[in-house]
Protein backbone atom coordinates (compact mmCIF):
# COMPACT_ATOMS: atom_id res chain seq x y z
CA UNK A 1 0.00 0.00 0.00
CA UNK A 2 1.84 3.93 -0.91
CA UNK A 3 2.47 6.02 0.96
CA UNK A 4 2.04 9.54 1.53
CA UNK A 5 5.49 10.60 1.62
CA UNK A 6 6.17 12.52 5.16
CA UNK A 7 7.12 16.13 4.48
CA UNK A 8 10.87 16.95 6.14
CA UNK A 9 10.45 18.46 9.87
CA UNK A 10 12.97 20.93 9.32
CA UNK A 11 11.65 22.18 6.01
CA UNK A 12 11.95 25.71 5.70
CA UNK A 13 9.37 27.89 6.09
CA UNK A 14 8.11 30.02 2.59
CA UNK A 15 9.29 33.83 2.56
CA UNK A 16 8.22 36.61 0.72
CA UNK A 17 11.94 36.52 -1.01
CA UNK A 18 11.13 32.93 -2.16
CA UNK A 19 7.77 33.87 -3.82
CA UNK A 20 9.10 36.88 -5.90
CA UNK A 21 11.96 34.44 -7.17
CA UNK A 22 9.36 31.85 -8.42
CA UNK A 23 7.24 34.31 -9.34
CA UNK A 24 9.90 36.72 -10.85
CA UNK A 25 9.03 39.95 -9.22
CA UNK A 26 10.17 42.55 -6.26
CA UNK A 27 9.41 41.39 -2.71
CA UNK A 28 7.83 44.79 -2.63
CA UNK A 29 5.53 43.39 -5.27
CA UNK A 30 4.27 40.48 -3.56
CA UNK A 31 3.45 42.18 -0.58
CA UNK A 32 1.35 44.81 -3.00
CA UNK A 33 -0.54 41.75 -4.02
CA UNK A 34 -0.87 39.56 -1.26
CA UNK A 35 -1.91 42.42 1.29
CA UNK A 36 -4.48 43.68 -1.42
CA UNK A 37 -2.87 46.63 -2.06
CA UNK A 38 -4.85 49.21 -3.99
CA UNK A 39 -2.84 52.25 -3.87
CA UNK A 40 -0.40 50.87 -6.32
CA UNK A 41 -1.28 49.45 -9.60
CA UNK A 42 -0.29 45.56 -10.68
CA UNK A 43 -1.62 44.21 -13.90
CA UNK A 44 -3.59 41.02 -13.55
CA UNK A 45 -1.49 38.93 -15.02
CA UNK A 46 1.64 39.53 -12.39
CA UNK A 47 -1.09 39.07 -9.71
CA UNK A 48 -2.40 35.84 -11.05
CA UNK A 49 1.44 34.68 -11.41
CA UNK A 50 2.28 35.97 -7.20
CA UNK A 51 -1.18 34.19 -5.83
CA UNK A 52 -0.20 31.11 -8.06
CA UNK A 53 3.82 31.41 -6.71
CA UNK A 54 2.53 31.71 -3.07
CA UNK A 55 0.37 29.14 -3.42
CA UNK A 56 2.74 26.45 -4.71
CA UNK A 57 5.39 26.91 -1.96
CA UNK A 58 2.22 27.19 0.44
CA UNK A 59 3.46 30.75 1.63
CA UNK A 60 0.78 32.82 3.85
CA UNK A 61 1.32 36.36 4.98
CA UNK A 62 2.81 37.20 8.51
CA UNK A 63 -0.04 39.44 10.45
CA UNK A 64 2.26 40.41 12.67
CA UNK A 65 4.94 41.56 10.45
CA UNK A 66 1.99 43.19 8.67
CA UNK A 67 1.36 44.54 11.64
CA UNK A 68 4.29 46.16 12.19
CA UNK A 69 4.94 48.16 8.53
CA UNK A 70 1.13 49.59 9.01
CA UNK A 71 1.45 50.55 12.57
CA UNK A 72 -1.67 48.67 13.64
CA UNK A 73 -3.33 45.29 13.57
CA UNK A 74 -6.46 44.65 11.23
CA UNK A 75 -8.18 42.82 14.16
CA UNK A 76 -11.64 43.70 14.72
CA UNK A 77 -12.72 42.48 18.53
CA UNK A 78 -16.19 40.88 18.99
CA UNK A 79 -16.44 39.77 22.56
CA UNK A 80 -18.45 36.41 22.15
CA UNK A 81 -22.46 36.19 22.83
CA UNK A 82 -23.01 34.33 25.91
CA UNK A 83 -26.90 34.24 26.10
CA UNK A 84 -29.12 33.18 23.43
CA UNK A 85 -29.57 36.09 21.02
CA UNK A 86 -32.26 34.50 18.49
CA UNK A 87 -32.11 34.43 14.52
CA UNK A 88 -32.61 38.12 13.79
CA UNK A 89 -29.71 39.32 15.80
CA UNK A 90 -27.80 36.07 14.67
CA UNK A 91 -27.90 36.89 10.97
CA UNK A 92 -27.16 40.95 12.02
CA UNK A 93 -23.80 39.67 12.97
CA UNK A 94 -23.04 37.23 10.64
CA UNK A 95 -23.46 39.93 7.88
CA UNK A 96 -21.07 42.19 9.85
CA UNK A 97 -18.85 39.91 10.30
CA UNK A 98 -18.70 38.95 6.59
CA UNK A 99 -18.53 42.73 5.50
CA UNK A 100 -15.78 43.24 7.69
CA UNK A 101 -13.84 40.92 5.90
CA UNK A 102 -14.67 42.20 2.79
CA UNK A 103 -13.03 45.45 3.88
CA UNK A 104 -9.64 43.16 4.89
CA UNK A 105 -10.74 43.10 8.60
CA UNK A 106 -9.55 40.24 10.95
CA UNK A 107 -12.72 39.57 12.65
CA UNK A 108 -11.64 37.73 16.40
CA UNK A 109 -14.26 36.36 18.53
CA UNK A 110 -13.49 36.77 22.03
CA UNK A 111 -14.70 34.39 24.73
CA UNK A 112 -15.21 36.74 27.81
CA UNK A 113 -17.60 34.85 30.31
CA UNK A 114 -16.57 35.35 33.95
CA UNK A 115 -14.70 38.36 33.30
CA UNK A 116 -15.74 42.20 34.72
CA UNK A 117 -15.81 45.39 32.74
CA UNK A 118 -12.27 46.61 33.56
CA UNK A 119 -10.85 42.73 33.32
CA UNK A 120 -12.66 42.41 29.58
CA UNK A 121 -11.06 45.21 28.33
CA UNK A 122 -7.33 44.55 29.51
CA UNK A 123 -8.14 40.98 28.13
CA UNK A 124 -9.21 42.18 24.63
CA UNK A 125 -6.36 45.04 24.80
CA UNK A 126 -3.54 42.13 24.61
CA UNK A 127 -3.95 41.16 20.97
CA UNK A 128 -3.87 44.85 19.89
CA UNK A 129 -7.28 44.62 18.16
CA UNK A 130 -8.10 48.15 15.58
CA UNK A 131 -11.45 48.15 16.76
CA UNK A 132 -13.24 46.42 19.37
CA UNK A 133 -17.20 46.20 19.22
CA UNK A 134 -18.64 45.49 22.28
CA UNK A 135 -21.92 43.97 21.63
CA UNK A 136 -23.18 44.83 25.18
CA UNK A 137 -23.06 41.86 27.43
CA UNK A 138 -20.11 43.62 28.91
CA UNK A 139 -20.72 46.77 30.15
CA UNK A 140 -17.32 48.75 29.01
CA UNK A 141 -16.67 51.60 31.32
CA UNK A 142 -14.71 55.11 30.49
CA UNK A 143 -11.61 53.61 32.24
CA UNK A 144 -12.01 50.36 29.97
CA UNK A 145 -12.31 52.50 26.52
CA UNK A 146 -9.09 54.58 27.74
CA UNK A 147 -7.25 51.39 28.14
CA UNK A 148 -8.41 50.48 24.57
CA UNK A 149 -7.34 53.04 22.65
CA UNK A 150 -3.97 53.50 24.56
CA UNK A 151 -3.17 49.48 23.60
CA UNK A 152 -3.88 51.31 20.08
CA UNK A 153 -7.80 50.11 19.30
CA UNK A 154 -8.67 53.26 17.48
CA UNK A 155 -12.18 52.69 17.24
CA UNK A 156 -14.45 51.31 20.27
CA UNK A 157 -18.10 51.03 19.37
CA UNK A 158 -20.62 49.61 22.04
CA UNK A 159 -23.99 48.42 21.39
CA UNK A 160 -26.48 48.74 23.61
CA UNK A 161 -29.43 51.27 25.19
CA UNK A 162 -26.33 53.45 27.17
CA UNK A 163 -23.42 55.90 25.88
CA UNK A 164 -19.94 55.25 27.34
CA UNK A 165 -17.48 57.93 27.59
CA UNK A 166 -15.26 58.25 24.54
CA UNK A 167 -16.67 55.38 22.67
CA UNK A 168 -19.22 55.15 19.58
CA UNK A 169 -22.17 54.15 20.47
CA UNK A 170 -25.36 52.17 18.20
CA UNK A 171 -27.97 52.44 20.17
CA UNK A 172 -30.53 49.59 20.72
CA UNK A 173 -33.76 51.03 22.65
CA UNK A 174 -35.32 47.97 23.42
CA UNK A 175 -37.94 49.55 25.09
CA UNK A 176 -39.39 50.57 22.12
CA UNK A 177 -40.49 46.57 21.37
CA UNK A 178 -41.93 46.49 24.89
CA UNK A 179 -44.22 49.64 23.81
CA UNK A 180 -45.24 48.78 20.28
CA UNK A 181 -46.56 45.47 21.73
CA UNK A 182 -48.62 47.11 24.28
CA UNK A 183 -50.07 49.69 22.73
CA UNK A 184 -51.37 47.54 19.74
CA UNK A 185 -52.71 45.22 22.43
CA UNK A 186 -54.68 47.92 23.87
CA UNK A 187 -55.95 48.94 20.65
CA UNK A 188 -57.10 45.79 20.41
CA UNK A 189 -59.01 45.96 23.78
CA UNK A 190 -56.74 44.02 25.92
CA UNK A 191 -56.31 45.66 29.86
CA UNK A 192 -54.80 42.85 31.72
CA UNK A 193 -51.44 42.31 29.92
CA UNK A 194 -49.05 40.22 30.78
CA UNK A 195 -45.48 40.46 29.84
CA UNK A 196 -43.26 37.71 29.58
CA UNK A 197 -39.94 37.39 31.36
CA UNK A 198 -37.70 34.31 29.52
CA UNK A 199 -35.62 32.57 33.05
CA UNK A 200 -32.61 32.17 31.39
CA UNK A 201 -29.82 33.84 32.31
CA UNK A 202 -28.08 36.72 30.47
CA UNK A 203 -31.58 37.44 28.72
CA UNK A 204 -32.25 41.02 30.79
CA UNK A 205 -30.55 42.80 29.20
CA UNK A 206 -33.29 42.81 26.49
CA UNK A 207 -36.33 41.58 28.76
CA UNK A 208 -36.04 44.73 31.62
CA UNK A 209 -36.03 47.14 28.76
CA UNK A 210 -38.53 45.69 26.88
CA UNK A 211 -40.95 45.28 30.57
CA UNK A 212 -39.67 49.09 30.68
CA UNK A 213 -41.45 50.02 27.75
CA UNK A 214 -45.02 48.24 27.71
CA UNK A 215 -45.13 49.62 30.92
CA UNK A 216 -44.98 52.89 29.27
CA UNK A 217 -47.10 52.03 26.93
CA UNK A 218 -49.61 51.39 29.33
CA UNK A 219 -48.89 54.65 31.62
CA UNK A 220 -51.78 56.25 32.38
CA UNK A 221 -54.19 54.03 30.90
CA UNK A 222 -56.73 51.33 32.37
CA UNK A 223 -54.54 49.11 31.02
CA UNK A 224 -52.45 46.82 33.57
CA UNK A 225 -49.03 44.80 33.18
CA UNK A 226 -48.51 41.89 34.62
CA UNK A 227 -44.33 40.10 34.44
CA UNK A 228 -44.78 36.63 34.31
CA UNK A 229 -41.78 34.83 34.09
CA UNK A 230 -41.18 31.34 32.04
CA UNK A 231 -38.05 29.65 31.02
CA UNK A 232 -37.64 27.88 27.79
CA UNK A 233 -39.09 24.33 27.93
CA UNK A 234 -42.20 22.80 27.01
CA UNK A 235 -43.10 22.11 31.00
CA UNK A 236 -42.16 25.34 31.80
CA UNK A 237 -45.01 26.51 29.51
CA UNK A 238 -47.36 24.26 30.45
CA UNK A 239 -47.29 25.29 34.15
CA UNK A 240 -47.57 28.82 33.21
CA UNK A 241 -49.87 27.88 31.06
CA UNK A 242 -52.01 25.66 33.97
CA UNK A 243 -52.64 28.94 36.44
CA UNK A 244 -53.11 31.41 33.43
CA UNK A 245 -56.59 31.98 34.20
CA UNK A 246 -56.23 32.74 37.98
CA UNK A 247 -53.66 35.19 36.59
CA UNK A 248 -56.60 36.64 34.85
CA UNK A 249 -54.94 38.08 31.72
CA UNK A 250 -56.51 38.71 28.54
CA UNK A 251 -53.25 39.26 26.81
CA UNK A 252 -49.62 38.63 26.63
CA UNK A 253 -46.60 40.07 24.96
CA UNK A 254 -44.25 37.09 25.11
CA UNK A 255 -41.05 38.69 24.77
CA UNK A 256 -39.90 37.10 21.49
CA UNK A 257 -41.47 34.63 18.95
CA UNK A 258 -39.89 32.11 19.78
CA UNK A 259 -41.27 32.19 23.72
CA UNK A 260 -44.26 33.33 22.30
CA UNK A 261 -44.90 30.26 19.78
CA UNK A 262 -43.72 27.91 22.83
CA UNK A 263 -46.64 29.74 25.45
CA UNK A 264 -49.39 29.76 22.34
CA UNK A 265 -49.20 25.66 22.26
CA UNK A 266 -49.33 25.29 25.59
CA UNK A 267 -52.31 27.55 26.33
CA UNK A 268 -53.94 26.12 23.12
CA UNK A 269 -53.28 22.57 24.74
CA UNK A 270 -54.72 24.32 28.06
CA UNK A 271 -58.29 24.71 26.35
CA UNK A 272 -57.34 28.56 26.18
CA UNK A 273 -58.68 29.95 23.31
CA UNK A 274 -56.14 32.37 21.03
CA UNK A 275 -56.79 34.96 20.75
CA UNK A 276 -60.59 35.25 21.95
CA UNK A 277 -59.18 34.27 25.30
CA UNK A 278 -55.64 35.77 25.44
CA UNK A 279 -54.52 37.27 22.69
CA UNK A 280 -50.95 36.77 22.25
CA UNK A 281 -47.72 39.14 20.43
CA UNK A 282 -43.85 37.70 19.96
CA UNK A 283 -41.19 39.99 18.50
CA UNK A 284 -38.60 39.19 15.75
CA UNK A 285 -40.71 38.37 12.94
CA UNK A 286 -39.57 34.69 12.64
CA UNK A 287 -41.34 33.23 9.25
CA UNK A 288 -42.34 30.07 11.66
CA UNK A 289 -45.12 32.54 13.11
CA UNK A 290 -46.46 33.22 9.77
CA UNK A 291 -47.29 29.54 9.40
CA UNK A 292 -48.57 28.80 12.80
CA UNK A 293 -52.43 28.82 12.94
CA UNK A 294 -53.77 31.96 13.99
CA UNK A 295 -50.57 33.12 12.62
CA UNK A 296 -48.97 34.89 15.46
CA UNK A 297 -49.47 38.39 15.70
CA UNK A 298 -45.26 40.03 16.10
CA UNK A 299 -43.45 43.11 16.44
CA UNK A 300 -40.68 43.77 13.50
CA UNK A 301 -37.72 45.05 14.54
CA UNK A 302 -36.04 47.09 12.06
CA UNK A 303 -32.10 47.05 12.39
CA UNK A 304 -29.49 48.86 10.29
CA UNK A 305 -27.15 46.06 8.43
CA UNK A 306 -24.42 44.83 9.13
CA UNK A 307 -22.80 46.48 6.08
CA UNK A 308 -23.88 50.09 8.28
CA UNK A 309 -21.77 49.31 10.92
CA UNK A 310 -19.01 47.46 9.10
CA UNK A 311 -18.17 50.91 7.15
CA UNK A 312 -18.71 52.85 10.59
CA UNK A 313 -15.55 50.77 11.98
CA UNK A 314 -14.09 51.14 8.76
CA UNK A 315 -14.69 55.30 8.84
CA UNK A 316 -13.86 55.02 12.94
CA UNK A 317 -10.44 53.34 12.14
CA UNK A 318 -9.38 55.99 8.97
CA UNK A 319 -9.88 58.90 11.53
CA UNK A 320 -9.84 57.74 15.24
CA UNK A 321 -9.84 61.60 16.46
CA UNK A 322 -13.16 62.40 15.21
CA UNK A 323 -15.44 63.23 18.09
CA UNK A 324 -17.96 59.84 19.38
CA UNK A 325 -21.02 59.76 17.71
CA UNK A 326 -24.57 58.16 18.53
CA UNK A 327 -26.36 56.14 16.29
CA UNK A 328 -29.62 54.25 16.46
CA UNK A 329 -29.45 50.63 15.61
CA UNK A 330 -33.00 49.39 15.51
CA UNK A 331 -36.93 50.47 15.00
CA UNK A 332 -39.74 48.83 16.25
CA UNK A 333 -43.82 48.44 15.13
CA UNK A 334 -46.07 45.69 15.46
CA UNK A 335 -47.63 43.65 13.02
CA UNK A 336 -50.94 42.50 14.08
CA UNK A 337 -52.10 38.58 12.48
CA UNK A 338 -54.81 36.22 13.62
CA UNK A 339 -53.36 35.68 17.32
CA UNK A 340 -54.54 38.86 18.62
Same mark, same amino acid.
Given at each position: ? #?? @???????????? #?????????? #?????????????????? *????? $??????????????????? &????? +??????? +??????????????? *???? *???????????????????????????????????? /??????????????? $??????????????????????????????????? /?????????????????? &???? #?????????????? @???????????????????????? $????????????? *????? &???????????????????????????? /????? /?? +??????? +????????????? $???????????????????????
Amino acid at each position: M #SQ @TPKQPADRPVPT #SADVARLAGV #SRATVSYVLNNTSAVRIS *EPTRV $RVRAAAEELGYVPHAAARS &LRAGH +TRIVLLP +TAHIPVGPLYSRFFN *ELQW *ELRRLDYTVVQYGSLGLGADEAARAWAELRPVAVVS /LGEIELTPQGVRLLK $RSGARAVITLGPQRVEGAHALVMDQREIGESAVVH /LRERGRRRIGVLIPEEPG &LELF #SKPRLAGARKAAHG @TDAVIEPVTMAYTEESAAELAGRW $RELGLDAVFAYND *EYAML &LMSALQDADIDVPRETAVIGADDLLLGR /LLRPR /LS +TVHVEMV +TGRHLAELVDRVV $RDPEGTPERHDLMGARALPRESS
